[in-house]
């Protein structure tokens, strides 16, 4: 088979019998470690997407991966239908670290925002005395959280919400990083409304980072209405921003956090709900479950994930070198870049139009052995492995420079 003949091929396959719901670039990857991956034609390629977080730890993490073959070996499911030696140790674990009393395990972080949908409504109803049917909740524009009926009821996206309806009633969404908005929506129905939720920085959004002060102003008024702050930290916890959780950065401290990708550390996929016995303690036997969610195995690899964080390195990591990865990227404004957003190894960057779309540069990017992903048309997300080193961020942001100018 000549160069290039085994993407093709690959490709063809994926087009041909695929459902068409991704627009991957043209990249085929057949194996990865750290913070390259290699493609079927023995490329290599510097990941600066993580699976946008889901491999904050690198790609196949000798400690992430030793964790799954030891309980291979032992038992894989059980299903909640029976207790298993995995599950207690990683449900007090994950609330130590958050901070909090009681974890929900899900799968995907679909399931996990689901579920966090579902209980602040059943916390409103038992907890607050919201009455039956009534239970409101306030989410911000242009929203990610993601792709179920329910979810994209309160996204602004229309591309996502195109021919999904009808949708779930009972979100009220307002501008995000707008206060006073948020305050005069409590005050609208307050004895209905029983949840905030919100993306500390938004991701899909194009990583946009909220006024200062606005995450704390949140926190205040929905402690003020008796009302819960839910914290989407799928994609900015775990290390993504330079702290544990993105909250931190105001020091604010929510009613739940919502987590998912990098808590399965790329191996398997793995989301909770963490939050208060107060709030989780409205689930009874049978109202919600998942056969996967909280198997032996994705609790292995948790643990071995919420050990890791626990170091702290991978945070200082984050933050030292995300220092390195805005003062760069900021040279660039007014050289092809326009906007430069984000906090530790996390950035959204808008490019000028005049260089390319988003897509066009990502395509350059992979023809120099940079992967990246567009938003939005213009803005390119910029977020590695918190593993990479200086020495290949440096090269990998050299091949940014380059693509803008050509």
């Known amino acids: ?91 007090s674990e994950l609330a130590e670290l958050c901070g909090m009393e009681m974890v929900l395990p899900m799968n995907t972080g679909a399931e996990a925002m689901e579920t966090a949908v579902k209980t602040a409504r059943k916390w409103g109803y038992r907890i607050k005395g919201v009455p039956d049917g009534r239970a409101r909740i306030i989410a911000a524009g242009n929203n990610f959280h993601g792709r179920t009926t329910t979810l994209i009821s309160f996204s602004t996206d229309p591309e996502a919400r195109a021919d999904h309806g009808p949708f779930t009633p009972g979100f009220s969404i307002v501008p995000y990083g707008d206060l006073a908005a948020m305050a005069a929506t409590l005050d609208a129905a307050p004895e209905e409304t029983v949840a905030v939720l919100l993306e500390p920085i938004q991701g899909e959004a194009g990583v946009v980072v909220p006024p200062p002060g606005y995450l704390a102003g949140v926190r205040e008024l929905t402690r003020e209405r008796n009302v819960l702050f839910i914290a989407d930290e799928i994609q900015s916890g775990l290390g993504r921003t330079g702290t544990t959780f993105a909250c931190e950065h105001e020091g604010v401290v929510p009613d ?95 490019i000028d139009p005049s260089r390319g779309t988003g897509r066009q540069i990502s395509e350059r990017l992979m023809d120099r052995g940079v992967l990246v992903k567009d938003t939005h048309g213009t803005t390119v997300r910029i977020a590695p492995p918190l593993v990479i080193s200086e020495e290949d961020l440096e090269w990998g942001l050299d091949q940014l420079r380059a693509v803008l100018a050509e």
Not at 258 to 283: M, Q, T
Not at 310 to 338: D, K, N, P, Y
Request: hydrophobic content about 45%.
């Open 1 to 91: 088979m000549g160069p290039g003949r085994s993407a093709e091929r690959a490709i063809a396959a994926a087009e041909a019998h695929g459902a068409h719901n991704y627009h991957p670039l043209p990249v085929v990857v057949a194996s990865a470690e750290g913070a390259w991956m290699t493609d079927v034609e023995g490329r290599r390629y510097l990941d600066l997407l993580a699976g946008y977080s889901a491999l904050n730890f690198g790609h196949r993490n000798r400690r992430l991966i030793e964790a799954a073959k030891a309980q291979l070996d032992r038992v894989t499911l059980t299903s909640r239908a029976f207790h298993h030696d995995r599950f207690g140790a990683f449900c």
């Open 256 to 350: 739940a956090y919502v987590l998912g990708k990098a808590l399965g550390g790329g191996v398997v996929p793995v989301s909770a709900v963490v939050s208060s016995r107060e709030v989780l303690g409205v689930h009874r036997p049978g109202e919600h479950g998942s056969t996967f969610g909280g198997s032996p195995l994705a609790c292995a690899v948790a643990l071995e994930v919420i050990a890791m964080v626990r170091t702290g390195e991978f945070q200082r990591h984050s933050a030292t070198l995300g220092e390195l990865l805005h003062r760069e990227l900021g040279l660039l404004l007014g050289r092809g870049i326009q906007e430069v957003r984000g906090r530790g190894l996390w950035a959204g960057v808008d």
